[in-house]
């Protein structure tokens, strides 16, 4: 019979591996711990010290830092100082990378159809909005089932992107 040994990897208890952080400070260390903690206790259905907050903040830092949507969909540097200075003046327990809206630019380069953005089909202080079409016919839901890739590529894609439409 072999001997189990713990393992001295960085792994976390789902399996997922954990990088080496580097903290700034040892409360900050502490500080991330307790968040971390937190978040897995309620998703493990125990009592946290207190309701974890998770951020979606949309379009909010835009409009808090004083700058447009259209100027946050359109300028990552921009996005990302009101991002930054949102998170700091409203702390939460999770973040992600802050590059959420930062998507108006591949959306025209590749001329959707499905979606407006501020300044470029509504107003520059309005959020995105979906264009509804038929993108998909009764008859090819066959063709969908049997090979989606196909059907999202050639089909789908060159439906809603302007500029794959010679892939049909």
Not at 31 to 55: C, F, G
Not at 62 to 86: H, M, P, S
Not at 151 to 166: A, M, N, V, Y
Request: overall charge negative.
């Amino acid at each position: 019979m072999k001997e189990r040994h713990e393992s001295k990897s960085n792994h976390d208890k789902t399996g997922f591996s954990k990088p080496p952080i580097e903290f700034i400070s040892e409360e900050a260390r502490e500080a991330y711990q307790q968040r971390s903690q937190r978040i897995q206790d309620a998703s493990e259905l125990k009592v946290p010290d207190r309701v974890p907050v998770i951020e979606s903040y949309q379009y909010f830092p835009a409009r808090y830092a004083g700058i447009t949507v259209k100027e946050c969909i359109n300028d990552f540097d921009a996005y990302q100082k009101a991002y930054l200075k949102t998170l700091a003046d409203f702390p939460t327990d999770t973040a992600d990378a802050g590059i959420g809206l930062a998507w108006a630019k591949p959306l025209a380069a590749l001329d959707s159809k499905r979606i407006r953005v501020a300044g470029a089909g509504v107003d520059e202080n309005s959020s995105h909005q979906f264009v509804e079409g038929e993108h998909m016919k009764a008859d090819e839901y066959d063709h969908f089932l049997d090979d989606p890739s196909d059907f999202l590529l050639r089909i789908f894609l060159s439906r809603t992107l302007g500029k794959l439409e010679p892939m049909q």
